[in-house]
């Protein structure tokens, strides 16, 4: 086609009329530029609608159109360059002129399409080339580190140069592909594991047929995908993968960027593999204590640096002077192991270096070879700590093994088969224990030695065992001379990888001593447990908050319940606020070193008036000294109380016959004062000198009188009434005005004087006031029968109070000449009287000091100067 473009040219003129030949592409025009025909061989190439174009700018590419401009004359005398659209969808590029043809014109085109493709190969090889040599530079020569970043920088100039989506390179190392880098930082389709298979097609067939290309492309996200194959001696080594390239592909410049790439990055990346592996078997080397050596035909021993470093020896030493490094015990073998492995024997031999370590260990070495080629190498590896475990291990076995066979439990094992136990071992004590010898009848049957009684739980035994893993049980088993034997047998059974059973291991114990120890505690605890039942004594256990935790039947009785209802009681519900507030104030006191106490409590118990019980009671501490729980026991006094309380009141009403004949004067006085004036004023009111003032008088003498009567009378009933039940404070001295009350009128009526010395301070104490004031009357009453009897000159009785370290002290002083010191030890007896018989009972005293004695105080008696002085000396009652 050139050809007849130059033809053309050189005809310097254009042909003329009909005698054009039908080259290339003709238009022939009219005036104004209309077609009126086309013609030449390219015509075929134009798609119809440019064939039946009416103007030649219709035919043509949008950008040659617009080269066009106005009527044909004005495109005359210069070459035009004009593209159209072909039906094969390339652009056909053409090259040509116009000339006068007859009244209209002829544009004769030539294809120029191969003469501009020349000289764009040309420009695009220089390109390539270029790029090329860039790649290739900076990739061979970054560093180390930064070669997969450089590779994927030139990856990413590759995806430009080929204005695609993205390039990956692919490497096959060992077997396997890896893909190192991308243009992209992430390949955003197909997964690795997806691609590979078929790069492993591509490795075996050196090529992808069009069905693993359509393949590939479908897990490229269906994007056009080019696989450019790098090889090496044939064989494909690595690939790119180019998505969606846009620029026109020409294999030998693809080719050539591949190569450009790929060549330094595989060596590159060879090398730096190699050189990791090298230090990681350097490194492995090392921590194993391992490393090569070799019989060099001089006769030296060569080792790996490493190595030689580790046993502190040069690389290359003499045979002799390697045996002197080993143990000399080990020295032959090491000798006899090298001749023979010269011989073709392999050599594998564990050693010890006669040197010890920095711990002052033994050094094992595990030394290997054999002849290959003629040559006589191998490895050393260090196992002074695989030896050190297996010393460790085989000690602690040893141990263990000892252990066994001095345990006084005797350890067995039962071998599993079609559902029965068979015994496979028995520790060495079973014959100390037994007696039975380890190849008997009943090692073998030991259910056969189980005592009659017990065949039960040994059956049950080995059910239990099989069905949930483990068993704890006991019985008897016959001994060697036909006695028994308490075992206790704790069984585990072991099972394989599947659950299936496989043994039983277990021990026995011989618990004879404690099963018969457990059977003597059971029955002293029955024997105990009935001794508390029968006790006519309560007997219970309560915590210190007071809540019942067992309590026997006569307590159960008491509370009127079942002894099965009192665990949970609490025995403060019976009693009054005042008196729970102090049983728990007296088990506060309570301490391990003083665990014991006892009172005398009084409860409020259903549907009785009162009960008084002496109580008993014993502290259980814990380790810190804290209070557990209480043991007591306790007994029903009530009745003693009662009888007590009768005596008492039987002593007040004998005080009070004492008291009649002072009483009897004390009523009489005021009487007499009464009839005197009652007669006075009848007198006066008879013989009319009576006036209103005198009567008044009169009267108001009587009312005194009258009232002081009845306070009298008041006094006497109230004394005469038992005492109250609760304890009441009050002050001291106000049960000496009532004595005084009673008694003074008495007194002075016979010729006594009492000197009552008022405190100045109105002291408290904690009791009954009419129990004290009998005692008071007591003594009063006893200073004044000593003063009479003795016929004591100015007989004086004093009364007075004191105060000493918080406590009350009352004192009655008479000055009769005092007690007799041989009868002092005796007047508190009951019944003790030295006065004539229907005159003194001897129970004043001794009832008094009872009831000192429950106020917490003391009656004490002394001979003073004069006469007896008698102190009652009594708690204070602080009120705050
Ligand atoms: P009673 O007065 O009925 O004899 P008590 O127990 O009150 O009984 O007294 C016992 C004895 O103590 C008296 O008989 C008496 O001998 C002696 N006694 C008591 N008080 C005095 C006193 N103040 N001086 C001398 N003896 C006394």
């Known amino acids: 086609m050139s050809g007849a473009f130059e033809r053309w040219l050189g005809g310097g003129q254009p042909l003329a009329g009909a005698s054009v030949p039908a080259v290339g592409l003709q238009f022939w025009l009219d005036e104004q530029g209309d077609v009126q025909h086309l013609g030449g061989p390219l015509r075929a190439q134009l798609p119809p609608v440019a064939q039946r174009a009416v103007r030649v700018q219709d035919a043509l590419l949008p950008h040659s159109a617009v080269v066009l401009e106005g009527a044909p004359q004005d495109w005359q ?83 430009e140069h080929w204005q695609a989506r993205a390039v990956q390179v692919w490497c096959h190392e060992q077997g396997d592909w890896h893909s ?26 050196g090529d992808l047929d069009d069905r693993a290309l359509a393949e590939l492309q479908v897990l490229c996200g269906g994007l056009p995908l080019r696989v450019l194959p790098y090889r090496e001696g ?25 190569q450009a790439l790929l060549d330094p990055f595989l060596a590159r990346w060879r090398q730096q593999h190699m050189q990791r592996s090298t230090d990681h078997l350097h490194d492995l080397q090392r921590q194993l204590g391992a490393g090569g050596w070799h019989w060099s035909p001089d006769g030296l021993l060569e080792l790996e640096a490493a190595l030689a470093e580790r046993l502190g020896l040069p690389c290359a030493v003499s045979i002799e002077h390697w045996l002197e490094q080993l143990h000399p015990a080990d020295r032959e073998a ?36 054999a002849l290959h080629g003629g040559q006589v190498r191998g490895v050393v590896l260090d196992i002074s700590a695989l030896k050190a475990q297996e010393q460790q291990a085989g000690a602690a076995r040893a141990r263990l093994e000892n252990l066994i066979a001095s345990s006084p439990a005797v350890i067995y094992v039962q ?60 019985y008897r088993l016959r001994d060697q001379l036909g006695g028994y034997h308490w075992i206790l047998d704790e069984a585990r059974l072991l099972r394989d990888d599947l659950g299936q059973p496989l043994e039983v291991v277990g021990l026995w114990l011989d618990v004879s001593d404690a099963t018969e120890a457990a059977e003597r505690v059971r029955q002293s605890e029955e024997r105990y447990r009935a001794l508390v039942d029968d006790s ?82 014993r502290g259980l501490f ?104 609760e304890r009441q404070a009050f002050v001291a001295w106000r049960a000496v005005d009532g004595a005084l009350a009673l008694l003074g009128e008495g007194l002075r009526g016979r010729g006594v004087k009492v000197q009552a010395e008022s405190p100045a301070s109105a002291l408290q104490v904690l009791g009954h006031p009419d129990q004290l004031e009998q005692v008071l009357i007591n003594l009063m009453v006893n200073a004044r029968d000593a003063l009479l009897e003795r016929r004591t000159p100015a007989p004086c009785i004093r009364l007075a109070q004191q105060q000493v370290e918080g406590r009350v002290c009352l004192l009655v002083e008479d000055n009769a000449g005092g007690i007799d010191p041989r ?41 003073a100067e004069h006469g007896a002085c008698f102190r009652v000396v009594l708690p204070l009652y602080n009120t705050s």
Not at 562 to 574: C, E, I, T, V
Not at 839 to 863: D, F, K, P
Request: aromatic letters at 6%; hydrophobic letters at 40%.
């Open 823 to 863: 009868l002092l030890g005796r007047i508190f007896e009951p019944f003790f009287t030295t006065k004539p018989a229907g005159v003194g009972t001897g129970l004043g005293l001794s009832v008094s000091h009872g009831i000192i004695e429950a106020m917490g105080g003391t009656l004490e008696v002394a001979n």
């Open 536 to 617: 006519p004594a309560m007997i219970c256990r309560y915590r210190p908050d007071l809540q019942v935790l067992f309590g026997n039947r006569p307590l159960a009785d008491y509370l009127e319940c079942a002894p099965d209802q009192l665990a949970g009681m609490n025995l403060g519900r019976w009693l009054s606020d005042g008196d729970r507030e102090a049983f728990v104030q007296r088990l506060a006191s309570l301490t391990p070193e003083q665990p014991l106490s006892s009172a005398e409590i009084c409860l409020q118990l259903p549907g009785r008036e009162q009960a008084w019980w002496v109580w008993a009671d």
């Open 234 to 258: 044939g064989q494909v080594q690595a690939c790119l993968l180019c998505v969606a390239a846009e620029a026109p592909f020409a294999q030998a410049a693809s080719e050539a960027l591949v």
């Open 77 to 159: 005398g210069q070459p035009l360059d004009l593209d159209f659209p072909t039906v094969q969808g390339a652009s056909l590029r053409t090259r040509g002129w116009l000339q006068r043809q007859g009244a209209g014109w002829l544009l004769q085109l030539f294809d120029i399409g191969d003469l501009l493709g020349a000289q764009q190969h040309q420009a695009v090889r220089d390109d390539v080339q270029r790029l090329a040599v860039e790649i290739g530079r900076a990739v061979r020569e970054c560093t180390g580190e930064r070669l997969l970043p450089v590779i994927a920088q030139q990856l990413q100039r590759l995806a």
């Open 622 to 725: 814990d380790a810190q000294g804290r209070l557990l729980e209480v043991q007591a026991v306790g007994r029903d006094n009530t009745e003693v109380r009662r009888s007590q309380r009768q005596l008492l009141q039987g002593a007040k009403m004998a005080t009070l016959g004492e008291l009649a004949t002072g009483l009897v004067h004390e009523i009489n006085q005021p009487l007499n004062v009464m009839r005197m004036a009652v007669t006075n004023s009848l007198k006066r009111l008879h013989s009319g000198t009576a006036d209103v003032p005198y009567l008044s008088e009169k009267l108001q003498r009587i009312e005194t009188q009258v009232e002081r009567t009845v306070r009298l009378v008041e006094h006497m009933r109230v004394y005469g009434r038992r005492s109250e039940l």
């Open 415 to 474: 071998r599993y088969d079609e559902g029965a136990l068979h015994s496979a071992f028995f520790s060495a004590s079973l014959e100390p224990l037994l007696g039975w010898r380890s190849d008997g009848e009943q090692v073998r049957q030991p259910g056969l030695a189980v005592h009659p009684h017990d065949r039960e739980q040994w059956l049950e035994r080995t059910r239990t065992l099989l069905r949930e893993g483990q068993v704890r049980c006991r």
């Open 180 to 205: 190192h880098a991308a243009s992209d930082h992430h390949w955003p389709w197909a997964a690795q594991a997806q691609v590979r298979p078929w790069l492993h097609v591509l490795a075996q067939q």
């Open 334 to 369: 090491a000798r006899l192991a090298l001749q023979q492995v010269r011989e073709g024997q392999a050599l594998s031999l564990d050693l010890r270096l006669s040197q010890a370590d920095a711990q002052g260990d033994t050094r094992w070495l595990h030394w290997v070879g």
